[in-house]
């Protein structure tokens, strides 16, 4: 069983940056994939990155490549995004997800989920 907890959400101005952060719960989180998805208004949730258990792989959505980066510590069993060059369509809540599988996109695992908010 692992137990997700994100912060580091809030309110900026599109070109703005945030980083989110999202504590595990568990002993085996280096076992997991830890991920990021998104759910604006009226949308249906996305992906948004993936890291593999030793960090050693990474993957973004075509929308987000170039401005945000996932990583992970796993010394300190957390999961971070930096999310840089924000812009008001990346408006949205953010759950941290993590699974055994980097490719699925239905994790076993979800957080509570964080507001980002990017103002025009």
């Known amino acids: 069983q692992v137990q997700l907890v994100e912060s580091g959400g809030g309110l900026v101005q599109a070109g703005g940056s945030l980083r989110l952060s999202c504590a595990a719960s568990g002993r085996t989180f280096n076992s997991y994939a830890m991920g990021w998805f998104r759910q604006a208004p009226g949308k249906e949730r996305e992906f948004v990155a993936v890291?593999?258990?030793?960090?050693?792989?990474?993957y973004y959505a075509d929308s987000v490549k170039g401005r945000f980066t996932i990583s992970r510590d796993n010394a300190k069993n957390t999961v971070y995004l930096q999310m840089n060059s924000l812009k008001p369509e990346d408006t949205a809540v953010y759950y941290c997800?993590?699974?055994?599988?980097?490719?699925?996109?239905?994790?076993?695992?979800w957080g509570q989920g964080t507001q980002v908010t990017v103002s025009s």
């Open positions: 890291i593999s258990w030793s960090g050693g792989g990474t």
């Open positions: 997800t993590a699974d055994l599988s980097t490719a699925t996109m239905r994790p076993a695992y």
